[in-house]
């Protein structure tokens, strides 16, 4: 069961739903999930990423490989190193969360002696950026002084170095859809029991009994049509068709290095496997994960894995080379995280780092289902993480 709201958590959930609720009447009654997604993640105030719950780590609502263990921000810093030798630059951040992939980054990277000329950071959360520039602000100033928040991509053909997103596709909105006779059709949101809480002119009725949102069937979705060969009726998954311009917006910044993005996902083959007939949408309120995104508006997480197959062709398409995809084990494992656990003196800590490292390498854990993928341009440095597996055939 999942916990009960508290006062404050109902009245945001009131009004984020509402709001999505007058969304739906104004557009006629019908909203793609994709946009019911864009705002219960994203409206000003009222999104879940533009509020103010907690989260990320423990006391939030999901946890992050960066939030899990530093071991993580550590193995990402040596193959940033790598690419910062060749290409000298900076590094660009984006989604950095709660700021600690970015400070534990600074701290290795002046440990291994290759700072980058800046790290730049776009977070489209305000409350994040807040608690970012927050954890910022304790680093020496040596590297402080190196963080600059932007509020739009860098121009483009302006960024030497890397770029980093850790679990941002993920976030991306997705058009959901299901399987009728061999062609999908978009599921939209509706609501029910309008008639209670609706004006003639949509508004909701103040004080009136609030309504529900309910899935609906709307038109064929050809580009999903083409993804769906031999699956049963009812069968319903999601695509994101967002992935492609963001590649390309990122892709124009980057004149010279490497993009790593870092998020749960498959190869396409698997991603629309007959046996997966209910999609990858899942919701994360209070470290519970479900499936009901029509509850918790607002306060609670919504994503979908990563079909990597769409990111690889939309970055092919931009002039990008897929250079490597790995599990995030051998990525770990490639930029020397057994090391980082081993070479510790104190029997405590070594405990500590060894479980924490279980839980990022793991099969059952997040080893297996995060991948990470490399993206380049005019790169030529080898890259450490992606020397020990190539799936890049099952793409
Ligand atoms: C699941 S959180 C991951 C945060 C952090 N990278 C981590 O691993 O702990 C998703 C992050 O992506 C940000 N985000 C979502 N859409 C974005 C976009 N289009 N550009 C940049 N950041 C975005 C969110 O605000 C949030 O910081």
Not at 251 to 260: F, K, N, P, R, V
Request: charged content about 20%.
């Amino acid at each position: 069961m999942l916990p009960l709201l508290t006062a404050d958590e109902n009245r945001h959930a009131q009004a984020a739903r509402d709001f999505i609720c007058e969304r739906i009447l104004a557009a006629g009654g019908w909203l793609s999930f994709a946009d019911f997604m864009e705002s219960a993640l994203y409206a000003p105030g009222l999104g879940y990423y533009s509020a103010g719950a907690v989260k990320l780590g423990a006391s939030g609502d999901f946890v992050t490989a960066p939030e899990i263990s530093d071991l993580f921000s550590r193995c990402v810093a040596r193959q940033c190193a790598d690419v910062l030798a060749a290409t000298g630059g900076q590094i660009l951040e984006l989604g950095a969360g709660t700021g600690r992939m970015a400070v534990t980054i600074l701290k290795s990277l002046a440990e291994i002696g290759v700072l980058p000329e800046r790290y730049a950071i776009l977070e489209v959360s305000a409350d994040l950026a807040e608690r970012q520039r927050a954890r910022v602000e304790a680093l020496p100033a040596g590297l402080r002084e190196r963080v600059v928040w932007l509020d739009r991509l860098p121009a483009p053909g302006s960024v030497r170095g890397v770029v980093l997103a850790n679990e941002v596709l993920d976030a991306l909105p997705v058009q959901r859809f299901v399987v009728r006779s061999g062609k999908a059709f978009e599921l939209g949101v509706s609501v029910v029991g309008v008639g209670a809480g609706a004006s003639a002119s949509g508004a909701l009725v103040t004080g009136a009994p609030a309504p529900d949102f309910a899935w609906c069937e709307g038109a064929e979705l050809p580009s999903a049509s083409e993804l769906i060969t031999a699956l049963p009726n009812g069968y319903t998954s999601e695509l994101c068709s967002r992935v492609e311009p963001w590649i390309a917006s990122v892709s124009q910044c980057l004149a010279q290095g490497a993009l790593l993005l870092f998020d749960y996902g498959l190869p396409r083959s698997h991603y629309y496997h007959p046996q997966r007939v209910d999609g990858t949408l899942r919701c994360y309120f209070k470290q519970r994960a479900h499936n009901d995104p029509f509850i918790n508006v607002g306060i609670q997480d919504i994503t979908a894995w990563v079909d990597f197959t769409r990111v690889a062709d939309g970055a092919l398409a931009a002039g990008l080379e897929v250079t490597g995809f790995v599990t995030q084990a051998a990525f770990l494992l490639g930029t020397g995280i057994e090391a980082m656990t081993i070479e510790v003196d104190d029997v405590a800590t070594r405990a500590r780092l060894a479980g924490e490292a279980r839980r990022l390498l793991m099969p059952g854990e997040m080893g297996e289902s995060f991948k990470v993928m490399a993206l380049c341009r005019d790169l030529d440095a080898p890259l450490r993480g992606f020397a020990h597996q190539d799936l890049r055939g099952s793409l």
